[in-house]
């Protein structure tokens, strides 16, 4: 059944002729005609009793007609519901987060965006490292925060941050005078937090472990994600190697830079050609954000 049907059964229920119900549907006789008898086959019962010389309602075509405008009403109704749902619907703008510290990251920037289009409603997924990928060549998120190095293929990738290698440990850690430090000097006998790929980029698995197979077992600790290695050193029980982004340093803990290891470039990776204005003003916003609080 569709409102086709129904309109043209209202019209010829209203008028008892076929000839003036097509006119004032603005369709040919034959169409009208064709639709009543394919909602009566859909039915299977007959609507009108025809002859040459009149039309009427039979007792079940009566008894449509006491629903066939409700239905019509409705159907227009949920029309006129979605379309106003789809014109009031926020512009989102959707996100996909690896940590904790990728939102303190965009908060700025989210905020700032606030404030400039009250339209943008920001959607934000908070997963694992794995899942980000899929999510975003997807669709069904626009970006994500990684490193180059890491960043999947077929996508762009906009630098936000050039962001150095240090050596991390507590203020009162025996590393912690070091105004700067390369591998072969934490090569001592102190216990190190390490994580696994993809947490910890490429490059920094790679140094990392240097000093993992330099060791004992016993002095080192494995993490399983960031939250869990920088908890280990904040309560001094080891230090680590890690990217030094200045807005997410903890109070604290020293970072001491890794001499003759070049920066990480870190940024917004997104799908080619799916870069809108939205997400163009917010990474906008994120490199201002990012340059202020790191200048």
Do not use: W
């Not at 996508?155 to 700067?180: G, I, M, N, T, Y």
């Not at 680590?240 to 997410?248: G, M, R, S």
């Amino acid at each position: 059944m569709n409102t086709t049907q129904l309109e043209c059964f209202l019209a010829v229920a209203d008028c008892l002729n076929f000839s003036k119900a097509a006119e004032r549907l603005r369709l040919t006789q034959p169409a009208v005609s064709h639709q009543i008898k394919s909602l009566e086959d859909e039915l299977e019962v007959e609507l009108f009793k025809r002859s040459s010389k009149s039309v009427r309602l039979t007792q079940e075509g009566h008894m449509f007609l006491q629903y066939a405008g409700d239905i019509l009403k409705l159907s227009g109704l949920s029309k006129a519901q979605v379309k106003q749902c789809r014109k009031e619907r926020p512009n989102f703008l959707s996100i996909g987060c690896r940590s904790v510290g990728d939102l303190r990251l965009m908060t700025p920037a989210l905020e700032r965006l606030r404030r400039e289009d009250g339209s943008v409603l920001p959607l934000l997924k908070l997963v694992p490292m794995s899942a980000l990928d899929n999510l975003l060549t997807e669709g069904e998120i626009q970006m994500i925060l990684s490193f180059k190095e890491t960043a999947p293929p077929n996508c762009s990738f906009r630098p936000l941050l050039d962001c150095p290698l240090a050596c991390v440990c507590k203020e009162d850690h025996p590393l912690a005078a070091k105004e700067e430090t390369d591998l072969e000097s934490l090569k001592i006998p102190e216990m190190i937090a390490s994580c696994p790929p993809p947490v910890c980029p490429p490059s920094l698995f790679a140094l990392q472990g240097q000093l993992v197979t330099s060791r004992a077992p016993d002095q080192v600790i494995f993490c399983d994600n960031q939250e869990v290695l920088f908890t280990m050193v904040e309560t001094g029980y080891a230090f680590a190697l890690a990217v030094d982004i200045p807005p997410l340093r903890r109070p604290g803990l020293r970072y001491i830079p890794l001499k003759g290891c070049p920066p990480l470039s870190f940024g917004a990776v997104y799908l080619r050609g799916r870069s809108d204005t939205v997400l163009r003003r917010f990474l906008n916003l994120m490199e201002e954000s990012l340059k202020s609080q790191v200048g």
